[in-house]
């Protein structure tokens, strides 16, 4: 069994009134790349804040690699790589000087480290663009430098918050794959965002957060079937009374139907060939339709099923 | 890890437009040239004491008198430079104001002035003293001609207690002041570098705080060499400053340059640490303490006299004790002292007490800085 990389627990954090984190427990596996989904204001960077040593908490534990986290634990901070969800650079230091400066924070050996900048550059892709000023920067090529100013001292454990808001689709690719890289070069990866699909896409376990909770944990597949809902099917329909309607509910593992401007929308439980079934239906009873869609529940989907709203609500 | 924190803290700054200007263009180049222009010949031309211009006219023949004024406006300083000893020419040049005053010489000479002034009250204080010390001898002669050797020499001894005493090797021009307002200005306004190693290093003041706060590094090591670093470029401001002044607006500033810098030096790190220690109180962003803190150090600099030369000797008067706390006032006396008085008590009071007030605004900022864990960021 891998080994725990993270250990929070029961922690909390109130702002006044206000409880950011209630009773949240977390375990995290080496390899691992986790993802804390959640909404705005739902407590990710607030748990990222806590686990870094930033933010006091009023109740709680927080283990890293099997050491309780401090401000003042060297030790374990080296071990990490942070990039916050804002981009943090010298504005006058260019490309190359900037990775140099925070890689100089954890690297004393001047040889190594400056392996590590090129190296951290030529993984980023800002090669061309080393003497650069990040003001001549692009959005992307920006979050691309703070990406590679957090991750040039090789750490162990990479927190990224939300690291693709306001990024081209291009770079945010790249920043995809190259967090996929760094977890198969043997990081651990602590993900935070509110795009479900980049989530879905690089990361092997899910924690879904709303309101300082952990409202569901598990990989995607096991966040899936914790729904009710396995598949929605949408048809184009012209015409049908509510009769018809009243059988279609009716049908085997049937659970909701909806019909909105001329879209019959059936949600199922289980079962298979539920397509089959519909059509069949719809072609005895002479119904007209035109395109049907078949979907599989999403990560939005599980969102909304847990919480009852959407993820960027 | 000093010096790697300490090259980029000086490479960055370096390389700050809205940094170089205030440390180096605006005091060196713009104020320093504006004040050589606006103030640099006025003392030459105003203040610096020359021969009072005034007409004698003759009433009644006064040989003694004659004797006395003939003295006085010879010699390489002389008192006074008669113009004219015509009476209706004279009246038009007082008129004109071209003139102090019109002596009459008579028995008892007597003065006609159009206004009043200091030129004014030595001219009649001259002749106040020429009638008592006429009639002590007049009085004299009359009663026991022979003290009258004795009584000459003791009013001689009298005029010799009364000599000009040089306080300094110092510059006697009174706008002085203002090219050492400027030096404290400048000095002072390093606040911007402690300002900015603050934020830097607080995860509740900028992201790059966050950033550092998260990394394996002492924070007081990292605000040491920030600190270290901007002392060096903000000292390499007031070393440009001076030998400009010195140098290439061939100021006489009265003082000697190691002294100057030392006093710019203590003055820098005032500086640095007042916007050290105030940049850590409370959560407000740069752009606002930076407003908060520009306004505070422009009052300082009002009330040391930067834009109204007699401030401090008004707040000498009414409340004394601030002139003994306020950096600015402090950074302008060592220098005022050093010109008039020399290196002495009062100049390493105020040295000391600059580097007192440094000492301890810095250990405060370093206390603000040692926070473990933030409540919100």
Known sequence: ????????????????????????????????????????????????????SLLSFDKGEIEIFGQKMSPSNYDVKSKIGVIM????????????????????????DKALRKQYVDEAVKFVGLEEFTKFYPKKLSGGLLRRLNIACGIAHKPKLIILDEPTVAVDPQSRNKILEGIQQLNRQGATVIYTSHYMEEVEQICTRIAIMDKGKCIALGTKEELKKQMKNTETIT?????????????????THVYEVTLEEGRLAVKYSGGKHNLLRLMTYLQEQDIRFGRVYSELPTLNDVFLEFTGKQLRD | MFLHIFKYQILSSLRNKQTVFWRFIFPTVILATLFQVAFGSLFETTEKMQAIKVAVVCEQKNIFFDEVMKSVCEGDEPLFEIVTEDEEKAEKLLHDADIVGIIYCAKEPHLAVASEGTRQSIVKFFLDQYIINQQLVMDAAERDPSQLPALIDSMQNETNAVYTRSLGKGNNDAYIQYFYNLLAMQALFSYLSGLAIITNGQANLSEIGKRTNAAPVRKCLTALAGLSGELVLSFAGSVITVLYLVFVLKKDMGVSIPVMLLITLVGSMAGISIGFFFGGIGNAGYDKKNGIL???????????????????????????????????????DCFYSANTYGIGSRFYTDILTLVCITAILTAGGMILTRRQRYASL
């Open chain 1, 1 to 52: 069994m891998a080994q725990t990389v993270v250990k929070i627990d029961s922690l909390v954090k109130r702002y006044k009134e206000l409880i950011a984190l209630d009773h949240f427990s977390l375990e995290i596996f080496e390899g691992e790349v986790f993802g804390l989904l959640g909404p705005n204001g739902s407590g990710k960077t607030t748990t990222i804040n806590c686990l870094l």
């Open chain 2, 294 to 332: 520009t306004a505070i150090i422009m009052a300082l600099c009002f009330l040391s006299g930067l834009m109204i030369g007699n401030m401090r000797a008004v707040i000498e008067v009414k409340a004394p004790w601030f002139n003994r706390i306020n950096p600015a006032a402090l950074i302008t």
């Open chain 1, 235 to 251: 048809v184009e329909i012209m015409d049908i009374s509510d009769t018809q309607l009243d059988d279609v509910r009716r049908l």
């Open chain 1, 85 to 108: 969800q804002n981009v943090a650079v010298f504005d006058e230091l260019t490309v190359y000087e900037n990775i140099d400066y925070f890689c100089g924070l954890y690297v004393k």
